[in-house]
T-cell receptor, first 109, second 111 residues
Framework: GIQVEQSPPDLILQEGANSTLRCNFSDSVNNLQWFHQNPWGQLINLFYIPSGTKQNGRLSATTVATERYSLLYISSSQTTDSGVYFCAVAFDSWGKFQFGAGTQVVVTP | EPEVTQTPSHQVTQMGQEVILRCVPISNHLYFYWYRQILGQKVEFLVSFYNNEISEKSEIFDDQFSVERPDGSNFTLKIRSTKLEDSAMYFC?????????FGPGTRLTVL
């Protein structure tokens, strides 16, 4: 199956700082999504981004499918950004997701 | 905005009991999924469902698990005889055009 590696595993930020999370995958994919898992365990869909660049407020994401990686940018971080960020990829558009191990982000005041 | 719903939000059961986790996918979606996440670990795929049959399942999805779409709106996951290691958060997802939409999850605790 597809291998998904996320880095860094842990990230501590001061409020207001910027950061970049990375997702590398081992094979061509046709589906890629970024999620934020909140303290209640819910998976919040941030981006559906099999290729290209998208922005939503302080968050943006870029996927370079030909080079098999995706980046999630957090700008001007806030304490509410704390949580685990997961990248998930699928070989085909309707196939099963393979999740990465996640990046645990802690934003301190 | 349409969303995937799951019930119950939390279920506590005794080892060996049967549980049914319920999901209502987004109404015009055709692909349905169950995933689970053991505490502190990553999210794992269990099963996908399309056109009223299983399209793919993982090695976790053994004979103790089954899925059903009993009517036009519900999608259920049944665990016949729960084990301690079945304790996890179970997520339902549905998809229409590629993007998967996840429900809020059911936290299953097996005692």
């Amino acid at each position: 199956g597809i291998q998904v590696e996320q880095s860094p595993p842990d990230l501590i930020l001061q409020e207001g700082a910027n950061s970049t999370l990375r997702c590398n995958f081992s094979d061509s994919v046709n589906n890629l999504q970024w999620f934020h898992q909140n303290p209640w365990g819910q998976l919040i869909n941030l981006f559906y981004i099999p290729s290209g660049t998208k922005q939503n407020g302080r968050l943006s994401a870029t996927t370079v499918a030909t080079e098999r990686y995706s980046l999630l940018y957090i700008s001007s971080s806030q304490t509410t950004d704390s949580g685990v960020y997961f990248c998930a990829v699928a070989f085909d558009s309707w196939g099963k997701f393979q999740f990465g191990a996640g990046t645990q982000v802690v934003v301190t005041p | 905005e349409p969303e995937v719903t799951q019930t119950p939000s939390h279920q506590v059961t005794q080892m060996g009991q049967e549980v049914i986790l319920r999901c209502v996918p987004i109404s015009n979606h055709l692909y349905f999924y169950w995933y689970r996440q053991i505490l502190g670990q990553k999210v794992e795929f269990l099963v996908s469902f399309y056109n009223n049959e299983i399209s793919e399942k993982s090695e976790i999805f053994d004979d103790q698990f089954s899925v059903e779409r009993p009517d036009g709106s519900n999608f259920t996951l049944k665990i016949r005889s729960t084990k301690l290691e079945d304790s996890a958060m179970y997520f339902c997802a549905s998809s229409g055009k590629g993007e998967q939409f996840f429900g809020p999850g059911t936290r299953l605790t097996v005692l």
